[in-house]
């Protein structure tokens, strides 16, 4: 027979307890939802009674005060979505940690911080080394801190919501995580982090999440403001996400080699849409929409080792002047930025005041192909740098259309050098190959 609804909900959460844990003294214990007290030691020991006995804990809806409870290896807590709530009862301690665990389970279940006082550096939950996480369902809400800080974990973390926090996921050092499908609101300093101690292979999957209002309280030049940001991490795949107003940057991989940016729509955001920076090697850009960012795209510092890039099929509007954060004067507007063993096909750039591209910048530019891409209504078609030291570019086989300042213009560090050489009879450059063209 089927237990009723009605009843099963009155049996509360005693009843779910002891259907996952035989034998738990649920009662003794002094578990209770909505009860004022600290009852960390109550549910500490009733998710190692679960765990012993390889069942989940199920706790019904109420408010549940907890301060840092350690959970045991395949700890499984499930509640009801929205309903179970994990409230924090002291400052300065994450809700829940755990070491070493070989699987953890949330699901269901809100991980409120009550705006507790908590190190920015902390989560409210706090996982190392745990093989199999799984995450689902959940909401971690209202810190100063993270939401999620993992250090050494593989697993799932999806359909969960992230909001009122500084950080939402902090996953450092990851063997083998998924991050998918959740929802990113409202954080005063990052979204989603994906980093390693030290520069290496990485493989997280970071996909179909969306994500939105992401400040930079911080400050900084790119440190904060980013709703997704890969740093040291390699062969990471960022794909699918939904992002708008991210106060720095949507997508930003720092020192990350075969990262692939793929699919992405982004929406509004103060400094680069899409950032591939400073040690890369070998990245892929393509089929991602920028939309309303002060520069679209950025593949650079080959200074720094930034090298190897495809950039294709993406479609960047919308780009906006503002003040440079580190100089004096005004800067940014430029649609794609490439510098180092890139090619650029097939993206379609317009309304972007500067230039629609840049290849390169002073000394370091080498080995870029600019073909099949179309470009309209922006300053310069492209400016190219002819600095003395630079390498080659190859710029053939694109669209100019109303490109107010010319379709390919020269410079030298920030001073325009030329007028339009993809005009008829004007100079040749060693190095640079103008030709195909279609200018309007």
């Not at 009155?10 to 600290?38: E, K, R, V």
């Not at 989940?56 to 395949?74: E, K």
């Not at 003395?388 to 300042?405: E, M």
Request: hydrophobic residues 45%.
């Amino acid at each position: 027979m089927l237990t009723p609804r009605r009843g099963f909900l009155a049996g509360g959460a005693a009843g779910l307890i002891a259907a996952a844990a035989p034998g738990a003294a649920f009662a003794a214990a002094g578990l209770a939802p909505d009860s004022q007290a600290d009852q960390s030691a109550a549910f500490a020991a009733a998710i190692a009674a679960a765990a012993k006995a390889g069942k989940p804990l199920l706790l019904g809806p109420g408010r549940y005060r907890l301060a840092d409870v350690a959970l045991p290896d395949g700890a499984a807590v499930l509640g009801i979505a929205g309903q179970t709530r994990l409230v924090a009862a002291k400052a300065g301690v994450p809700l829940l940690r755990a070491s070493g665990a070989g699987s953890i389970r949330l699901e269901g279940l809100v991980l409120d911080g009550a705006s507790q006082a908590l190190d920015d550096k902390s989560g409210l939950v706090m996982l190392e080394s745990v093989a199999s996480l799984h995450v689902r369902d959940c909401a971690f809400v209202q810190s100063p801190a993270k939401g999620l800080v993992l250090q050494a974990c593989g697993g799932r973390i999806e359909a969960s919501r992230f909001s009122g926090l500084e950080t939402a996921i902090y996953a450092n050092d990851s063997t083998g995580l998924t991050i998918t499908g959740n929802e990113v609101v409202d954080c005063t300093n990052n979204g989603i982090l994906v980093h390693r101690t030290a520069k290496g292979y990485d493989g997280s999957i970071v996909s179909g999440n969306r994500i939105a209002h992401i400040g930079a309280a911080g400050g900084g030049l790119g440190w904060y403001g980013n709703g997704i940001n890969v740093y040291r991490a390699g062969q990471v795949l960022v794909s699918g996400n939904s992002l708008a107003d991210c106060a720095f940057t949507f997508i930003r991989a720092n020192s990350g080699d075969g990262v692939q940016i793929i699919a992405n729509n982004g929406r509004q955001c103060g400094e680069t849409g899409i950032y591939c920076e400073f040690s890369f090697e070998g990245a892929v850009i393509g089929q991602n929409m920028v939309e309303g960012a002060a520069n679209g795209i950025a593949v650079v510092n080959f200074d720094k080792g930034g090298r190897l890039a495809a950039v294709t099929g993406n479609v960047v509007r919308n780009a906006f002047r503002r003040k440079l954060l580190d100089a004096e004067g005004e800067g940014y507007g430029t649609g794609i930025a490439i510098e180092a063993d890139t090619a650029a096909s097939g993206n379609v750039v317009e309304l972007c005041p500067t230039s629609g591209f840049a290849l390169g910048y002073g000394n370091f530019l080498r080995d870029v192909a600019l073909t099949g891409n179309v470009v309209r209504q922006c300053g310069a078609g492209v400016q190219v740098t002819l600095a003395k030291a630079a390498g080659n570019a190859l710029i053939s086989a694109n669209v100019f259309s109303g490109c107010a300042d010319g379709a390919v213009v020269g410079y030298e560090w920030e001073k325009k050098t030329t007028g339009d050489l993809a005009a008829s009879g004007a100079p040749a450059f060693p190095g640079v190959t103008i030709g195909g063209n279609s200018i309007i």
